[in-house]
Every structure is written in structure tokens, then in C-alpha cells.
């Protein structure tokens, strides 16, 4: 035979009370899910472009800011063909271009500044 603590009928029926510890942990929990969702959907929704099948992009900083080159099919073939600047300060725009003809299987002429 069980014998239950006088209450104990009310104390099992009446709803949980949520106190403040509990709150913080549940609304806590609900910001980082939100932020995961939003973390993955962006992650999801957007790609990069990269070099390969035919298509260049090549990023490369230079002395007057950042530049962006992407290319495909005849337009890739054409500046991948092109020869390379003869100044400094397209080295290493040169050698990014070199190496992403390369994985696009575009051929590159040889350059003597090392690209």
C-alpha cells in the first residue's frame, strides 16, 4: 500500500510554474536556434564562384584597392590568353589569374614575372 503526502493530488494537477532561471534558459536556448537557422540558411542560400569547367574568378588586392575579375567560355579563354602586365604591381593579380586558368584548364602563356 502507497501512502501519498497530504497535497500531493493538487501539487500533480496544478500547472508548472515557469520561474526566472527556466526563462532565461528557454529564451537563451531560442536565440541560439534562431541564430543557427539564420547561420544556415545564409550558408544554404549563397554560393562563391569558383575557378573550374571553363570559368575564372580571380580576386587579388592591388595599391588602389581590391579587384574582381569572372570570366567564362570565350571571355576566359581570351584574358586567360592575354599576356600579363609588365608592372610590379600586377604580380600578383598576374599569378592569381595564372592559377585560376589553370584550374579552369585554360591554357596560359608563360610570363617571366612568374605567372
Known amino acids: 500500500m502507497l501512502i501519498l ?3 500531493h ?3 500533480a494537477t496544478r500547472p508548472l510554474r515557469i520561474g526566472r532561471r527556466e ?6 536556448g531560442a536565440v541560439l536556434l ?8 545564409i ?6 564562384r569558383v575557378s573550374g569547367h571553363g570559368c575564372i574568378d580571380v580576386s587579388a588586392a592591388t595599391v588602389i584597392g581590391g579587384s574582381e575579375l569572372y570570366r567564362c567560355g570565350a ?18 593579380f598576374q599569378r592569381a589569374l595564372a ?4 584550374k579552369a584548364g585554360l591554357p596560359v602563356p608563360f610570363s617571366p614575372s612568374g605567372g
Open 5 to 7: 503526502p497530504p497535497g
Open 9 to 11: 493530488a493538487e501539487r
Open 23 to 28: 526563462r532565461w534558459f528557454l529564451g537563451s
Open 34 to 41: 534562431a541564430a543557427l537557422v539564420v547561420v544556415l540558411v
Open 43 to 48: 550558408s544554404l542560400g549563397s554560393h562563391q
Open 75 to 92: 571571355a576566359a579563354r581570351a584574358v586567360c590568353a592575354s599576356p600579363g602586365h609588365a608592372g610590379r604591381e600586377f604580380v600578383s
Open 99 to 102: 592559377i585560376a586558368c589553370r
